[in-house]
């Protein structure tokens, strides 16, 4: 289980912001051949993130590349070059534009030869981006693909050019919109992550200066199930990290109740009242979730 509060977008063209990337406090970071690379850039920003991955001490976060879509030219070698060259430094592949399950049944396909060829058992895990209507009509299917896959994603921006929603920039919001835009794709992703037993991460939102808006569509994200979310600048790292923890308050209380609870199993009862609330075997599962998510970030 990784923690995924949040995980930091960051150019692989880049030298510099991938080695800034390395000393941030996100919890995962992708360095991206997709998106943030120019066609001219990608040959080269292979062998830059090879070479970062290789390199920089990353202390515990977890360290991903994401590819370049299956359909163009370049996603079958970035997986074999990053792999074969960086494959033991690298913990995630993360697959842009998937539309169906085959989409990343493939990649695991490469993957399964490539670590056959280097006669590694270290198996490297993948993230793949629901952002195609293709992709939500077949989420859960897709959630479900291959034991290697640990997390949906939903892509906002380039979700919103397949749907031909109207929106001035990626995950943000439209006034004209009577409630939340995103309600309705984010509902289905988290449910089909969470029903294949993998995680749910929201994706970008492009407007960094605006700090207040980064931070309601995490609280919008963290209350519908979504374990964390994209940070396209360093500034939205502490704002996912804090949205995405329980507080020590809801902690020390999670773990109150479940201790009530054990202990009110170990009497034969099925319930018990804590502090005039009602905790039975419903709710203690629910506070459950609190405690193991307080543990694997050491609170």
């Given at each position: 289980m990784r923690i995924r509060r949040s995980e930091l977008s960051t150019p692989g063209s880049s030298e510099k912001m991938m080695a800034k990337a390395a000393s941030s406090d996100a919890d995962l970071v992708f360095l991206d051949l997709e998106d943030a690379v120019a066609p001219s850039e990608k040959v080269g920003a292979r062998a830059k993130i090879i070479e970062a991955l290789r390199t920089h001490d990353w202390g515990r976060k977890t360290r991903a590349v994401r590819i370049n879509s299956?359909?163009?030219?370049?996603?079958?070698?970035?997986?074999?070059?990053?792999?074969?060259?960086?494959?033991?430094?690298?913990?995630?592949?993360?697959?842009?534009?998937?539309?169906?399950?085959?989409?990343?049944?493939?990649?695991?396909?490469?993957?399964?030869?490539?670590?056959?060829?280097?006669?590694?058992?270290?198996?490297?895990?993948?993230?793949?981006?629901?952002?195609?209507?293709?992709?939500?009509?077949?989420?859960?299917?897709?959630?479900?693909?291959?034991?290697?896959?640990?997390?949906?994603?939903?892509?906002?921006?380039?979700?919103?050019?397949?749907?031909?929603?109207?929106?001035?920039?990626?995950?943000?919001?439209?006034?004209?919109?009577?409630?939340?835009?995103?309600?309705?794709?984010?509902?289905?992703?988290?449910?089909?992550?969470?029903?294949?037993?993998?995680?749910?991460?929201?994706?970008?939102?492009?407007?960094?200066g605006d700090s207040e808006g980064y931070r309601r569509e995490c609280m919008r994200a963290a209350i519908l199930g979504f374990t964390g979310k994209w940070c396209i600048h360093p500034s939205q790292i502490p704002i996912a990290n804090e949205v995405f923890s329980p507080t020590q308050q809801q902690v020390e209380r999670a773990r109150k109740l479940v201790a009530a609870y054990e202990e009110a199993e170990r009497q034969g009862l099925g319930s018990v009242a804590v502090d005039g609330v009602m905790v039975d075997a419903a709710s203690v599962r629910l506070m459950r979730n609190t405690t193991r998510r307080a543990d694997l970030i050491g609170m």
């Open positions: 299956l359909d163009t030219q370049w996603a079958y070698e970035d997986v074999i070059d990053v792999v074969e060259n960086a494959g033991e430094h690298l913990d995630i592949i993360i697959i842009p534009k998937v539309k169906r399950a085959a989409d990343v049944q493939w990649v695991d396909v490469l993957l399964t030869q490539i670590e056959a060829k280097l006669g590694t058992e270290r198996r490297i895990g993948l993230e793949v981006l629901i952002e195609e209507v293709e992709a939500m009509i077949n989420a859960e299917e897709i959630a479900r693909s291959t034991p290697r896959l640990e997390a949906l994603i939903f892509g906002p921006g380039d979700y919103s050019a397949s749907q031909g929603v109207r929106s001035s920039a990626v995950g943000g919001v439209s006034k004209d919109y009577p409630g939340d835009v995103w309600h309705y794709a984010r509902n289905k992703v988290v449910i089909a992550a969470r029903a294949a037993g993998i995680e749910a991460m929201d994706g970008p939102f492009a407007d960094f």
